[in-house]
């Protein structure tokens, strides 16, 4: 992890060494360079252009399709919706601000093929990261806060508890392979795609890798506008960037958000308690044993990156900082 401690913005080569690595270095230079935009502001924009379309715009249009919840007859509609626009209101505009921000998407995107290791490992570190953020919840709830406060905040828990329960749930094996597609495999593409391939990508420019990996997971977890679970998807954002920036790769962040969703999914159709650990139910458990279980799964966490550091080689990042 020693070349994620840069405090400088990512190294730049010389400006024709730069033009001699580039294969299309006679293309029409993309926006962000005609116009001299700092990365780091672009991606701001883009974030500021994505949320409103995709958070308020299409936010907007399900709630008067639909409203605050689906009825059990429009779940369907739902999660058709939400697919939708996820494709066109994140994935498409993405795609069309990477153009704007790189001469060369598929390098700037980290699209290269990665060791299959690198994409198997992440299970263990996904999994052992729920046990651990799950704990953390429990912990979480038990800060103390006026009787008001309180009370608003178990009304929107269970609000978006609902909402999410619906989302998951799933009769047959088909619905739940519907499920699947809709709450793992669209967003693990789009948001990956948004997130770890074009505004983390703009901060490490703009940051380094560091700072252009922890900014970036933090804001994934503001996107997802859940206030109870701010640190635990942040935390998880961190994790997907820093797995994709080592394995140059941003299908390892993508199996890993994929396999996180999908965790989620399973659990609900085998009507498994979400909220509990492998040891129980965290809000149950003594104390010592809450403590042994964060441990256990803390060191697997450790053991599982160290394993990932092993699969995966720093490359030469001269190419990339071209792109």
């Given at each position: ?232 998807l942040a935390a998880l954002g961190v994790y997907l960037g820093f797995i994709a920036y080592r394995a140059d790769s941003l299908w ?69 900082a071209a792109a």
């Amino acid at each position: 992890m020693t070349e994620l401690t840069d405090s400088a913005p990512e190294a730049r080569p010389s400006e024709g060494a730069e033009e001699a690595l580039r294969p299309d270095a006679g293309a029409r230079p993309p926006l962000i360079e005609r116009y001299n935009i700092s990365p780091v502001l672009f991606g701001m924009i883009a974030l500021a252009g994505i949320f409103v379309a995709y958070q308020v715009i299409g936010g907007l249009v399900t709630y008067f399709l639909i409203g605050a919840l689906p009825a059990p007859g429009e779940i369907g509609i739902y999660r058709l919706t939400t697919s939708l626009g996820e494709i066109l209101l994140v994935f498409l505009p993405t795609l069309l601000l990477v153009r704007m921000a790189t001469r060369s998407p598929e390098r700037f995107l980290r699209l290269r093929a990665p060791d299959p290791r690198a994409l198997l490992i992440p299970i263990v570190g996904i999994f052992s990261l729920q046990q651990i953020l799950q704990i953390y919840l429990v912990l979480q709830d038990k800060i103390p806060l006026p009787s008001e406060v309180q009370n608003l905040v178990r009304q929107f828990k269970e609000l978006f508890d609902e909402l999410y329960t619906k989302l998951l749930s799933a009769n047959s094996p088909a619905e739940l392979a519907a499920v699947i597609l809709v709450v793992a495999l669209v967003p693990a593409v789009t948001e990956e795609l948004l997130f770890r391939g074009l505004i983390q990508r703009l901060f490490e420019k703009g940051l380094g890798p560091a700072r252009g990996i922890v900014l970036t997971g933090i804001i994934f977890g503001a996107y997802h506008l859940n206030p109870f679970s701010l640190v635990p998807l942040a935390a998880l954002g961190v994790y997907l960037g820093f797995i994709a920036y080592r394995a140059d790769s941003l299908w390892v962040s993508v199996a890993a958000h994929f396999y996180n969703n999908a965790m989620a999914c399973f659990a609900s159709y085998f009507h498994m308690d979400q909220d509990a650990v492998v040891t129980g139910d965290p809000a149950k458990l003594p104390p010592l044993l809450l403590i042994g279980t964060a441990l256990f799964f803390g060191i697997l966490f450790a053991a599982s990156t160290a394993a990932f550091l092993r699969v995966t080689t720093p490359r030469d990042r001269t190419l990339e900082a071209a792109a």
